[in-house]
């Protein structure tokens, strides 16, 4: 399964040396990491709360930094880690200074603009809180917010959309005292600013953007800082009027609109406001308010092409399997299945669906939602796939499977490997309770008579008390998995368990970090 991971060492990854300490401590610090960076949202689980996650997947973030900070940036920016470890990542990187290290400072500076550019906005603009809750506000710090923020292409939808936020990201960046100077020199029209004003406008906003988006980032920031006279931007003037005229609204974010609705249109529905501004909906948007715009008579279509497998099944608890996301499903697991570098003939999956795969309440069954389409991924892998769950349940690609009662996987694995499958694939989030270690004992009671057939878990579910994803079996790599598209991640852990030198240049690799090697 190592070979899952391109690992061509080239000259100048070669020239990454690692001390005998280095060599000593990554395995294990990195194996915490991965599992933390793959499987943890920031939310609680069956078994843990929120703040023993949150404390654990710290602890995991600083470990590795600790050990080397060049491998800490690099691991940030592997496909598949969570939203939320890059958050915490690059809030490490800014609040202590960088001092070493192989590579050069630059090559810090870019990769934290691109995982702040891989996050949703929203939740850029919290990593951008949380900088402020935390008091970071170096210059590296008050650069990126600015940067990112005024050089963004829908600053305008963003302005109505997010205002407090912005306000809130961008005052921590000037300061108030800076902040309300520009306010008031951005009622001005450029003619009419003195010298001092036009550098103050400069030094301050436009010299983050291009030179003909500056009327309209200037704009777009007056309005944030809450005067909305004299705007002329198409949002930004909606806004504005749709206070006296509800119908003004159809161009805002729906949320905006429903805050505008409360307070101005009080005789006027929800339901209005969807019907109203359905078309702004973003793509996460249209498939998170299905349910409500079935109860509001609202016809919002999505296309589920455009949604990852995992958030296809989320959505199909909820609100039921369709051909249309079946297809979609099947769609999205071959293709995947076509650009891994392995094919079997006979594929055995066995799945946990035992009550704790529901996860926690805000989970919103995540962690099934993972494991089925991990299974149709598996599955597409092979020109035969036998996929059951804990119970002994035979069941079918693309269709759902509902957690309940306790987990005993022992008696499917036996039932597995009586179909003489190429390979298994455990897929449970690693917590077995009827009874606790049976699944081990019978690992190793079939190879004591002879049977070696592969065994590999993947699981979704970071586990606070482990600090890591929890294994069932000591001859069983535990790989840690948020999606499908992300299954490297595990692999890339398992390497680097077993040849520490070498998952470090596959690492390098991944993430395309040769390029600041110095040669060798």
């Known amino acids: 399964m190592q070979n899952l991971i391109a690992t061509q060492v080239d000259d100048r990854k070669q020239a990454f040396g690692l001390t005998e300490t280095q060599r000593e401590l990554l395995p294990l610090a990195f194996g915490s ?55 915490i990542g690059v809030r490490r990187l800014l609040q202590t200074t960088r001092d070493g290290g192989i590579l050069p400072a630059e090559f810090e500076a870019a990769a934290m603009t691109l995982l702040v550019r891989g996050l949703p906005t929203q939740r850029m603009l919290k990593l951008f809180g949380m900088l402020r809750r935390d008091r970071v506000n170096n210059a590296r710090t008050r650069r990126l917010i600015l940067s990112e923020i005024l050089g963004a292409g829908g600053l305008e939808f963003w302005a109505v959309k997010y205002r407090e936020k912005l306000r809130v990201a961008m005052t921590h960046a000037w300061g108030r005292r800076t902040a309300s100077i520009l306010r008031s020199v951005l009622a001005k029209s450029p003619d009419e600013r003195t010298e001092k004003e036009t550098q103050i406008v400069r030094q301050n906003v436009t010299r983050f953007v291009r030179d003909d988006a500056a009327g309209r980032v200037e704009q777009c920031v007056r309005f944030v800082l809450g005067d ?48 109203l501004t359905k078309s702004q909906l973003t793509t996460g948007q249209k498939i ?18 455009k949604y990852d497998a995992v958030r296809l ?9 369709t051909d249309e996301i079946r297809l979609a499903l099947r769609n999205k697991a071959e293709t995947a299945a076509a650009g891994l570098p392995v094919q079997f003939e006979r594929v055995g999956v066995l799945i946990d669906a035992s009550q704790s795969m529901i996860g926690h309440d805000t989970q919103a069954r995540r962690p099934i939602a993972t494991a089925l389409a991990l299974r149709d991924l598996l599955s597409a892998t092979a020109d035969d796939a036998v996929a059951i769950t804990s119970d002994g349940r035979a069941i079918d690609s693309y269709e759902l499977v509902e957690p309940s009662g306790d987990t005993s996987l022992a008696a499917g694995l036996v039932q597995l490997l009586k179909s003489d499958p190429d390979v298994v694939f455990v ?10 270690g049976r699944f081990g004992e019978t690992v190793a009671a079939v190879r004591r008579i002879g049977i070696h057939t592969p065994i590999h878990q993947f699981t979704p579910v970071f586990a606070a008390e482990s600090q890591g994803v929890r294994t069932l079996s ?35 690799g991944m993430t395309k970090v040769a390029g600041y090697l110095p040669a060798a």
């Open 288 to 305: 998170a308010v299905q349910r409500k715009a079935e109860q509001s008579g609202v016809e919002v279509e999505f296309d589920p092409a």
């Open 313 to 321: 099944y989320v959505y199909t608890f909820e609100m039921g399997m």
């Open 474 to 508: 000591d001859s069983v790599v535990a790989m840690p998995v948020s999606k499908p598209e992300a299954i490297g991640l595990g692999l890339l852990k398992a390497l680097i368990e077993s040849d520490v030198e070498r998952g470090v240049a596959a690492l390098f």
């Open 427 to 436: 897929l449970s989030d690693g917590y077995e309770n009827a009874p606790a």
């Open 33 to 87: 990491f991965l599992d933390s960076v793959a499987t943890a949202t920031g939310r609680g689980t069956f078994y843990n709360s929120r703040e023993e996650q949150a404390a654990a997947v710290e602890a995991a973030h600083h470990d590795l930094f600790d050990i080397d900070r060049d491998v800490y940036t690099a691991a940030l920016m592997l496909p598949g880690v969570t939203d939320y470890s890059r958050q």
């Open 228 to 275: 909305e006279t004299g705007a002329t931007l198409g949002r930004l003037a909606a806004y504005r009027d749709a206070k006296s005229d509800f119908d003004r609204g159809a161009v805002l974010p729906p949320e905006t609109m429903e805050g505008l609705r409360s307070r101005y249109h009080k005789d006027r529905t929800s339901a209005e406001v969807l019907e």
